[in-house]
């Protein structure tokens, strides 16, 4: 049994659903582990991690503004020191998730055939996002 | 130090929360693991996990009506080739998750006393889901 | 490769974020992992575990606002054995999560700078209530 980690860097446009599988997956490929359990950890506050279907971008967007109308901009907030959409991505951030766990299973993640891996940028300008992956097995 | 792994197929009868904790302790007991780490990961975008409370049926109840009116279906989504529930189950999936953990101490899943861990349909129709187990410990 | 695993044990004043992000770090410190896997397990259906904003109290106090709108106290519920607060306090815990993995490398937990790890007590009255961790690495 082992582990290994790296960090990806994913520098996003905007708010929005961004698809990063194939780094995680091109990544997982050279650590060598036919069976295991991969972490992935978005070390931020206002972006998150999301499982979404990945063949249709109509259903993206779909959940893009259906996380803008629960969690709306708005002057109610008490905390606006950094803008409008600040609040905003704290409380999308809270009903999606950070983390995920996904099984290596025969070399390859346990993935479901519609199932994608998405960085969820919840600010309006472009940001540095940080994932860290973590992956033990053998 | 070890692994092991399996699929479990669930057929579910149709939208709703669905025990399945008795499979999972029943897999769990089989592997030989005192000390670990269990993960089960939900190979869909249209159906989730959730641990809730296992005793009161009008608990669950709740979540389900909260859940189908927090994102209900609707004329507005873009996204409806599938018919009417597909896009409010990706939200219900989004706003829940796929993925759960959870340690193993002493030869038992260290749930608490009223925790039970779901599946949850979001799709009307019955559904043959597949939920993933990973295990890791000694 | 080898795990370690405790409960800790909080006393809750009532709802809202409570950081305990010193008494994992406190922990971990401890268990001489350079790097590894740390897993947080709630096991209570009316509490919950959130990373959130470290820095801005304001940020906070919306949160707790914001998830005492969306699943507010109501008479609509039919499950009220408990006390109004019961049923909206699974809904919050639904929305949000029991379960955070958080990855170890260079023997500190992957955290970004303004991340803290909340205990989210969705119920009025204070309580006492137990956090897993559970360790993986070397």
Redesign the interface.
């Known amino acids: 049994?082992?582990?290994s980690?790296t960090i990806l860097t994913i520098q996003t446009p905007g708010a929005g659903l961004h698809d990063f599988t194939a780094r995680v997956v091109d990544w997982c490929a050279g650590q060598d582990v036919t069976?295991?359990?991969l972490?992935l950890?978005c070390?931020?506050?206002s972006a998150s991690l999301?499982?979404?279907?990945n063949a249709?971008p109509?259903?993206r967007?779909?959940?893009e503004r259906?996380?803008a109308r629960?969690?709306p901009e708005s002057r109610d907030?008490?905390?606006d020191?950094e803008g409008a959409d600040d609040?905003p991505a704290?409380?999308r951030t809270?009903?999606?998730?950070?983390?995920?766990?996904?099984?290596i299973?025969g070399g390859s993640l346990?993935?479901?055939?519609?199932?994608g891996i998405y960085l969820f940028e919840h600010r309006r300008r472009p940001h540095r996002r940080?994932i860290?992956l973590?992956l033990?097995?053998?």
Do not use: K
């Open positions: 049994m082992r582990q980690h069976d295991g359990l972490t950890f070390r931020h506050t999301l499982i979404q279907e249709a109509a259903a967007r779909d959940v259906y996380f629960i969690a907030y008490e905390h020191d609040m704290h409380l809270a009903l999606t998730s950070v983390q995920l766990s996904v099984p299973i346990a993935l479901g055939t519609w199932q940080e860290v973590h033990i097995g053998e």
